[in-house]
């Protein structure tokens, strides 16, 4: 039970953690800049607004699918400005989980390789759920 | 109420959550949910929605600055992406089948078991394991900083941390919350691993647990973007602003009293639940 017992670890790759690193960074800064940009627009256009968030009884918010996310920023909506800044936060550690695989299938570690596309595809089915729970309705 | 007075009162509920969630550890869900659904009644699916906004957001924002100081074991991780992935899924498809009432107790009895995980102390036992023939395998062992060179370390105890990492994802998923409680039971006390670069891996896990179950809760319209936006601005920079203290503040007094809160909401949440009123 001595230092002896440790087998030599796997190299550290700060190249890739210096990647990851800004990655995750960067998304955040721009998910929040434009999550406040259009926060801000929500403000000075629905300030009065007398919301009812008690209940789901009217359904959620009609925000639910990207098509219609993107649509409704590029025409300059508040709330869909703030819904495509969520969504750019969703797809920063998604995205991160892409740029481990090039990391990854860079070292051919392809046990890794292997086990990042695992985790993609379960990303997926649960990104997918944004059309496919639609369709169910 | 107004949406600007409420969206403003949210903002700043969200900044304490987010800087004592930093502070203690616990993350700001904890704290944002029982605020959302006790303070404001605002329904619970909305508040779980916002709350799994803003762990995405403090979770990557924590994860960039530990990834690059070499404490994150980014295989380890990886590894465990597996189960916390697929158990969010499952958190997030069941989330829609039960009624508020059960969200809200099992909320509350998750809330008050990492109250007590918060207070108990960390035992760093690590460093003398053998090594063990699955983490050879993966290739999960590992160095990390201290005290100016790197250290080596041995994970154990794979199979069993990686069915726990499962129930952790499905928690999260269920709740919006970034389950850190049942993490640290798997990674620590299972797996292992030496406390620091358990939390950073963990805190490293939380963003693509989260996002897992993100899109079922956008699909169902459980994140509103009205809420989500205040309390994602606001939990961000109350984290942010709390690693920055984390450093000058004592935290074993406030530990305690965050828990006791924590408690106290949890106890509510229960009540809530079980008479119907949530």
């Known amino acids: ?114 086990l990042t596309l695992i985790v993609l595809c379960i990303l997926a089915v649960g990104l997918s759920g944004v059309q496919t729970w639609n369709a169910f309705k | 109420m107004s949406y600007i007075v409420l969206s403003s009162l949210l903002f700043a509920g969200s900044l304490l959550a987010g800087l004592l969630g930093a502070l203690t550890g616990l993350g700001g869900g904890v704290v944002i949910i029982p605020l959302m659904t006790l303070a404001f009644g605002i329904d619970i699916r909305y508040a779980i929605g916002a709350s799994l906004i803003s762990v995405i957001a403090t979770s990557s924002g924590a994860a960039a600055a530990y990834v690059r100081e070499g404490y994150t074991n980014i295989r380890i991780g990886m590894f465990l992406e597996v189960a916390t992935t697929l158990g969010a899924l499952g958190g997030a498809a069941l989330a829609g089948v039960l009624s508020t009432g059960v969200i809200a107790v099992v909320f509350g009895l998750v809330l008050i078991s990492s109250a007590f995980q918060s207070l108990r102390a960390s035992h760093d036992v690590s460093g003398a394991l053998q090594p063990d023939g699955a983490a050879l395998r993966l290739g999960l062992n590992g160095t990390y900083p201290l005290g100016g060179r790197r250290q080596p370390y041995n994970v154990t105890g794979v199979a069993p941390g990686f069915g726990l990492m499962i129930i952790a994802g499905g928690l999260s998923g269920l709740l919006g919350i970034g389950s850190g409680a049942v993490k640290v039971i798997a990674m620590d006390r299972i797996m292992r691993i030496p406390f620091k670069v358990s939390t950073t891996t963990s805190n490293f896990m939380i963003g693509v647990t989260a996002a897992a179950s993100a899109g079922i809760y956008i699909a169902r319209g459980y994140i509103v973007p009205e809420l989500a936006m205040p309390v994602m601005l606001g939990v961000l920079a109350g984290s942010l602003f709390g690693s920055r203290l984390l450093v000058a503040v004592r935290t074993t007094f406030l530990r305690k009293l965050f828990a006791f809160v924590v408690f106290a909401l949890a106890s509510e949440m229960i009540f809530n639940g079980i008479t119907g009123k949530i």
């Open chain 1, 1 to 114: 039970m001595t230092d002896g017992s440790h087998t030599p670890p796997p190299e550290r790759d700060e190249a890739l953690e210096a990647v990851l690193g800004n990655l995750l960074r960067t998304g955040v800064i721009v998910a929040a800049a434009v999550v406040g940009a259009g926060g801000v627009y929500l403000l000075i256009g629905r300030g009065g607004w007398i919301p009812d968030f008690r209940s789901f009884q009217n359904g959620g918010s009609p925000l639910r699918s990207v098509p219609l996310i993107l649509r409704g920023a590029f025409a300059l909506r508040a709330d869909a400005i703030v819904q495509t800044g969520l969504l750019l936060l969703i797809a920063t550690p998604v995205l991160r989980v892409v740029f481990s695989l090039f990391g990854f299938a860079h070292k051919r570690d392809w046990l890794y390789v292997a």
